[in-house]
């Protein structure tokens, strides 16, 4: 039997450039795999490569007195530091460096990964960056998608060219398609393609802010007629009025009362201050006019009879590199009366 060697990761890693690799992956914008699609579950991809090379690599203590082998595991310890950073994740110079010591410690011949639970791919995507073979799995078929179109698409299309039209007809550009540079020039094509025919076709059901901006989020509120006879408002559900909690950042929805008119409006109001309570709790749901309490048998007998409404409260938009809030305005509450799925 082969004696046990150990591994890098059983002794010793480079954990604060590794965390601070991976908590930066969070504001990555630009190629991303997470900009491709969204995954609550998803592992950092430095975390990812660390722990593979680690688990790949031996530690220099199976062949080394400790002395030496400290200065040899330093060496491993700058590679993977270098390995880590999302600058390094395409520089084939760190990448061969990270291989030649994979295949020095497996004999040159690497054990496939498996990820039999792959989420959003992060673990199958970095083994296939480290030139190992890679598999991955997933019971649910979003995952197997992202995955999919992480690892084994793009694979397919390895140094071939775009064929949207607009590239055939770039003479001169021909051979300068490395990887899967030529399927990224064309899911940028088509997708561009789709969205200006989606804004050709349903763009007027996306009104803007009051100065242009573009909406992101419509927060709804579903509405009950209240049971007190004398008041007979359409009342609002809501959990919670808060929009931000962050600091510095808070807002929240202001509602109005009319009280004589029993008629209500919504704010949007930000600053200091706190938002008004929700008006449905575990116990049920209040009245915002006139406070009455109303069980939720009573608002699931409403839904069931499709006497349930809705209000919008209010508007979500991209400002200038923050969201703004905003209070609904006529056109967006109107405007989504006229859709037809
Ligand atoms: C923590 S996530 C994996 C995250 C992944 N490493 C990544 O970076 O995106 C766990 C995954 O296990 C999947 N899963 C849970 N039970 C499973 C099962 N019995 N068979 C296959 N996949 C399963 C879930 O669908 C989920 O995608």
């Keep these: 039997m082969t004696p046990h060697r150990k591994k890098l990761i059983e002794v010793a890693l480079p954990l604060d450039a590794i965390n601070k690799e991976s908590a930066r992956e969070k504001s990555i914008r630009h190629g991303h795999p997470s900009t491709l699609h969204l995954w609550w579950a998803r592992r950092p991809l430095a975390t990812c490569r660390a722990v593979l090379f680690a688990s790949l690599v031996d530690d220099p203590s199976n062949d080394l007195p400790e002395e030496e082998a400290k200065v040899e595991r330093d060496r491993l310890f700058g590679i993977l530091e270098d390995l880590v950073k999302w600058e390094n994740s395409n520089d084939e110079n760190v990448l061969g460096r990270a291989r030649v010591e994979i295949m020095r410690s497996t004999g040159n011949n690497p054990p496939p990964v498996l990820d039999p639970f792959c989420g959003g791919g992060s673990i199958p995507l970095e083994a296939q960056r480290l030139g190992l073979e890679a598999h991955g799995s997933d019971l649910n078929p979003v995952a197997v998608l992202i995955t999919k179109a992480l690892i084994e698409i793009p694979s397919k299309f390895v140094g071939q060219p775009p064929i949207n039209p607009e590239a055939r007809g770039n003479i001169g550009n021909e051979g300068n398609w490395r990887g899967a540079k030529g399927l990224a020039e064309d899911v940028r094509y088509y997708g561009k393609w789709m969205r200006d025919e989606a804004q050709k076709r349903i763009g007027h059901l996306y009104p803007k802010g009051p100065n242009g901006e573009f909406v992101i989020a419509w927060i709804w509120a579903r509405t009950v007629r209240c049971l007190n006879p004398a008041c007979g408002a359409k009342m609002p559900l809501v959990r919670s009025f808060w929009l931000s909690k962050k600091q510095g950042k808070k807002a929240w929805i202001e509602p109005v009362v009319d009280r004589e008119k029993k008629s209500f409006r ?36 409403e839904g069931k009879a499709d006497r349930m409404g ?15 809030y905003l209070a609904p305005n006529e056109d967006h509450a109107a405007v989504a009366g006229k859709a037809k799925p």
């Design 266 to 301: 919504f704010e949007v109001r930000t600053g200091e201050g706190l938002s008004p309570d929700g008006t449905v709790n575990r116990q049920g749901a209040t009245c915002i006019v006139c406070n009455t309490a109303v069980p939720f048998s009573y608002v699931r007998a």
């Design 310 to 324: 809705q209000q919008l409260m209010a508007v979500v938009a991209e400002g200038q590199r923050e969201r703004v």
